[in-house]
């Protein structure tokens, strides 16, 4: 049982390039979301998923975009890299049942550099 | 809209020490109130959360959180800090209907002095 995994770990881009990030769960949960952490702002919402097929904006979500084909993985995107997009990604999941109290379970993170 | 306001983005305690991280949230609905800890180079995990009914919480690693309505706050203690909280402490808050969005306040860089 890994929880959840995110590829890459690190990744330098140049402005104007594009990229995916990548995220798994195998805990078979219905939510998902990717959120960015930059130093003294915590983390913010960039978009997330309430199930397969289905995604929706979050705080942040210029310059983003994601998709999310199988249950089990949460894909964001970068069209057009820009140095504002340097930051550490982390992904996240979390269970229907229950409550919306229901604990989000986290990723490594990766940390993106944007020159 | 709600919001998450952590007072002090750096606290330093003395090993033995109290640790006592703030935590105040804006809200015009009963919010869940969560406390989350990132160690250096991983991702957040959950230390304790307030759902409903007992207003202090207890969580792992002997850290507890008291719930006041009246004060809008959530504040983080553990009576003995120990080298090993060493650690970022993000408040956050949820609402019912909000498909568990959370929204996390800016941090807490908790240092532990020998």
């Known amino acids: 049982n890994a929880g959840v995994t995110q590829t890459p770990k690190f990744r330098v881009l140049k402005t104007g390039q594009s990229m995916t990030l990548l995220c798994a769960q195998d805990?078979?949960?219905?939510?998902m979301y990717w959120y960015r952490q930059d130093p003294g702002m915590g983390l913010r919402l960039i978009h997330y998923?309430?199930?397969?097929?289905?995604?929706a904006k979050g705080e942040v979500p210029d310059g983003y975009n994601v998709s999310r084909l199988k249950k089990q993985n949460f894909l964001l995107g970068l069209e057009s890299a820009a140095p504002s997009q340097t930051s550490v990604y982390f992904c996240?999941?979390?269970?229907?049942?229950?409550?919306?109290?229901?604990?989000?379970?986290f990723g490594p993170g990766t940390r993106l550099t944007v020159l | 809209a709600q919001s998450v306001t952590q007072l002090g983005s750096h606290v330093s305690v003395s090993e033995g020490a109290l640790v006592l991280l703030r935590c105040n949230y804006s809200s015009s609905v009963p919010p869940y109130l969560f406390w989350y800890v990132q160690y250096p180079n991983q991702g957040l995990q959950l230390l304790l959360k307030?759902?409903?009914?007992?207003?202090l919480v207890k969580g792992i690693n002997g850290f507890e959180a008291e719930f006041k309505k009246s004060e809008t706050s959530f504040h983080l203690t553990k009576p003995s800090a120990h080298m090993s909280d060493a650690a970022e402490y993000f408040c956050?808050?949820?609402?019912?209907?909000?498909?568990?969005?959370?929204?996390f306040g800016s941090g807490t860089q908790l240092t532990v002095l020998p």
């Open positions: 998923s309430v199930g397969e097929g289905t995604t």
């Open positions: 307030y759902t409903t009914g007992a207003t």
């Open positions: 956050a808050v949820s609402f019912s209907g909000s498909a568990r969005q959370l929204t």
């Open positions: 805990m078979n949960h219905e939510y």
């Open positions: 996240a999941s979390s269970s229907l049942a229950g409550g919306p109290y229901n604990e989000q379970f």
